[in-house]
């Protein structure tokens, strides 16, 4: 990835809403979340909504899905993972072994969720 496309993605994410919506569907993998159940659980009204999972769609960070009438919302992992690994490229003068304890802590968080 280059770096305007990681500006991209960091700023969708620079909003509280848009944060905590992508959150919610990392934590909801891999199955998704439908447009409205992500507004309901957000407490958020369904058109900001659309507006927000808007602009994570323009960064490439969720997909949405059309089932039926439904549109089911998933986080792209893949997508993320590029970002981190780009944001952790040089970490510790590029020895992994020095990062280790970074990544570790960062796993046993999220297990701990």
């Known amino acids: 990835m280059e770096s305007p496309e990681i500006i991209g993605c960091l700023a969708a994410l620079a ?10 569907l990392v934590s909801r993998e891999p199955g998704g979340v439908p447009a409205g159940e992500i507004a309901r659980l957000m407490e958020v009204p369904q058109n ?10 323009r960064a490439g960070l969720v997909r949405g899905e059309r089932r039926s009438r439904s549109i089911i919302y998933r986080a792209d992992l893949d997508r993320f993972r590029a970002v981190t690994q780009f944001l952790l490229k040089d970490c510790c003068g590029g020895d992994p072994d020095a990062c280790e304890p970074l990544a570790a802590s960062g796993a046993t968080k999220a297990k701990a969720r």
Request: charged letters at 15%; hydrophobic letters at 50%.
């Open 15 to 24: 909003q509280t809403t848009r944060l905590e919506t992508f959150r919610l």
């Open 48 to 57: 900001t909504m659309s507006a927000h999972l808007a602009v994570l769609a």
